[in-house]
């Protein structure tokens, strides 16, 4: 399997913790890709030109994060997950969308987009994720699956690029991020 990717994508890199988590590592071969570059190789494999793409064993590429991360988790053997943590995994892919789109809106446009009808939707919808998200009990499983992994990428993301966001109010999703980040998944895969 390849996996396409960069190294400051959230969605690269809830794709690659799955990966990491459900003991495919050996197995996956990491294709650095900068979308910005419109290469060849990103291009044909995904047309909407995005990171990450996961080429499978027969050579189908799958481009959407929560479509690898769910192909990943069957192909590991897990179970279907219940409607709780799919609930999770849209939630984790929410708080990305979020703060993702408000990086980039910042970079293309400066600080002020923060202040346009979009921007202020991006973030509003920042602070309700946070909010719902530190009320979820899904969180203190045990047994972990990809919708925690996107959730706790999410949080990351937000301290990495936008660290003027203050969520250590938090108390519940702050030691939920500390435990996911202690897991060797997470440390290979940090923020560059």
Not at 52 to 77: R, W
Not at 99 to 111: L, S
Request: net charge negative; hydrophobic share 50%; charged share 20%.
């Amino acid at each position: 399997m390849q996996l396409l990717l960069n190294q400051t994508s959230p969605y690269a890199r809830a794709a690659r913790v799955t990966a990491l988590e459900a003991g495919f590592g050996e197995r996956l071969e990491l294709v650095w890709s900068d979308p910005w570059d419109e290469a060849a190789q990103l291009l044909a494999a995904n047309p909407a030109n995005k990171v990450p793409v996961l080429i499978t064993d027969e050579g189908v590429a799958l481009g959407e994060t929560l479509l690898i991360c769910v192909y990943l988790h069957q192909l590991a053997g897990g179970v279907p997950l219940a409607a709780e943590r799919l609930q999770l995994a849209g939630l984790g892919q929410g708080l990305i969308d979020a703060a993702f789109g408000t990086v980039i809106a910042r970079k293309h446009g400066g600080a002020a987009q923060d202040e346009s009808v979009l921007g202020a939707r991006r973030l509003a919808a920042i602070e309700r994720l946070l909010a719902r998200l530190d009320e979820s009990s899904t969180l203190d499983a045990e047994d972990l699956d990809f919708s925690h992994y996107l959730v706790a990428v999410g949080l990351d993301y937000l301290s990495f690029r936008l660290p003027e966001i203050d969520w250590s109010a938090h108390l519940v999703l702050v030691a939920f991020h500390q435990r996911l980040l202690a897991r060797p998944s997470f440390a290979t895969t940090a923020f560059q």
